[in-house]
Structures are given as structure tokens and as C-alpha cells.
């Protein structure tokens, strides 16, 4: 048991640069908390101790303001970050080295008594406010951005963005200091945006070549499309 919670300090050290010692882990991070509450409602509810399980996951939703069902799985070295308004549903299950933020809904979309919720394989990345929905698989290392709506299947390594997600990432490197920049993850409609205007500016030129044999003389609408996709992907980095 000691070695197991020892191995659950060592994870926040390894995902939180902002911890500085044992004392404050043990004292004031809330995920951490939540987790070792949850294995005792875990525990009691796998010997049939329903009503128990639900009182300890009470208290837990209480004290730290995330919700995890007695019936989830959670593997080894899991850490949720900050954790306000977690809620992770009864079959639910959460693969080692997953790292969880705030806001993150792991919930199911039946209500048939069966495997209805999301199973997380290893060190996979939920970002804040993201929802992954009903009985689908997130793959190894794969990272979900923030605010996403996953409902189907995510592939090993792959990165989720959007409403409903959608793959535009298709390896993640596996390593957590990399995978962390959420900075790099691309915009999807940032690219469509982008390649709607190399579109128009093939469109132009060809407009342009009939308009010369016309003996029309217009003036382009747009007149460096470069420009403009450099000026669009800049203005995007920016923002971020």
C-alpha cells in the first residue's frame, strides 16, 4: 500500500512542475486525494458494499470536487490535474499514466445496465472541459484537446480535436513533456480556411488569364494570397 501511494506522489513530481514538496502533494492536491478515496470506494464496492461505496464517493465528489463512481477502474500512476468538475461514470476505466485535467466528463450515452463508458488505454492526455462519450476506446498515448466531444474509437498515439473530435494528428511522439505543449495541436478550421484560399487564388489566375484574352482589366479581389494564408496562421499563433 505504501508503495503504492509513494508511486502516486512521484506521478504529480512527474506532471506538475508547480509541486515543490512531499508535505504540500500529500496536503493540497485535490486529484490526489480523490484517488485514494476512490480506491476505498473501489474496494467496497467490489465486495458488495454498495451503499458504503456511494457514501465514501459522496464525500470524495464533496471534498474535492471530482466525481468518480465506486465501480470505475483507475490504473497506477493516474494524476488529475486541479480536477474541478471531474465526473469519471461506474464502468469507466482509466489506463495507467493517464493524465486528466479539469472539467473532463468520462460518461456514457445508454442507460442499459452494461460497459457504457469510455476506457482510457495508457498515458493517454484528457485536456480541460473535454468530453469522451459512451463505450469507445481511446488508443495508447493518444492526446484529446481541450473542450473536444470524443464519441468514437481514437487510434494509439492520435491526437483529438473539435466538436464532434476528429483525428488531425495521427502519431504523438509518446513522451509526456512534448505531448503537453498544447500549444502545436493545429486547427482544423484554421486549414480549411487556408486551403479554401489557395482554392480562390487558382480560381483568380485562371479568371485572370480569360479576362486578358477578353481584354478585361479587373482588379485582383486579393491581391497576395501568400500573404494573406501567412497572415491568417500567424494571427492564429497569436491567439494561442
Not at 461506474?90 to 476506457?119: F, N, Q
Not at 463505450?135 to 466538436?163: F, H
Not at 512534448?178 to 480560381?203: G, N, T, Y
Amino acid at each position: 500500500m505504501f508503495s503504492r501511494i509513494r508511486e502516486d506522489i512521484q506521478a504529480v513530481f512527474l506532471r506538475d512542475p508547480a509541486a515543490k514538496n512531499w508535505l504540500e502533494v500529500i496536503l493540497a492536491y485535490p486529484g490526489l486525494h480523490a484517488l485514494w478515496l476512490h480506491r476505498l470506494a473501489h474496494w467496497l464496492y467490489q465486495n458488495r458494499f454498495f451503499t458504503f461505496a456511494r457514501l465514501v464517493s459522496h464525500f470524495n465528489r464533496w471534498f474535492t470536487g471530482i466525481e468518480i463512481h465506486p465501480g470505475a477502474k483507475i490504473g497506477r500512476r493516474v494524476f488529475i490535474d486541479h480536477g474541478m468538475g471531474v465526473v469519471i461514470g461506474e464502468t469507466a476505466e482509466v489506463g495507467d499514466d493517464c493524465l486528466i485535467y479539469k472539467g473532463v466528463v468520462l460518461g456514457g450515452v445508454s442507460l442499459e445496465k452494461k460497459k457504457r463508458h469510455p476506457t482510457l488505454g495508457r498515458g493517454v492526455v484528457v485536456g480541460s472541459n473535454a468530453c469522451v462519450l459512451g463505450n469507445i476506446k481511446i488508443g495508447d498515448y493518444a492526446r484529446i484537446g481541450s473542450g473536444s466531444v470524443v464519441i468514437e474509437d481514437v487510434p494509439a498515439y492520435a491526437t483529438v480535436v473539435g466538436v464532434p473530435g476528429k483525428v488531425i494528428k495521427k502519431r504523438t511522439t509518446g513522451d509526456f513533456q512534448k505531448d503537453l505543449e498544447h500549444s502545436d495541436l493545429p486547427d482544423p478550421l484554421l486549414e480549411v480556411v487556408k486551403e479554401w484560399l489557395k482554392i480562390f487564388q487558382r480560381f483568380e489566375k485562371r479568371l485572370q488569364k480569360l479576362e486578358e484574352k477578353q481584354g478585361i482589366k479587373e482588379q485582383e479581389i486579393i491581391r497576395d494570397y501568400e500573404e494573406k494564408i501567412k497572415k491568417v496562421s500567424f494571427e492564429d499563433k497569436n491567439e494561442e
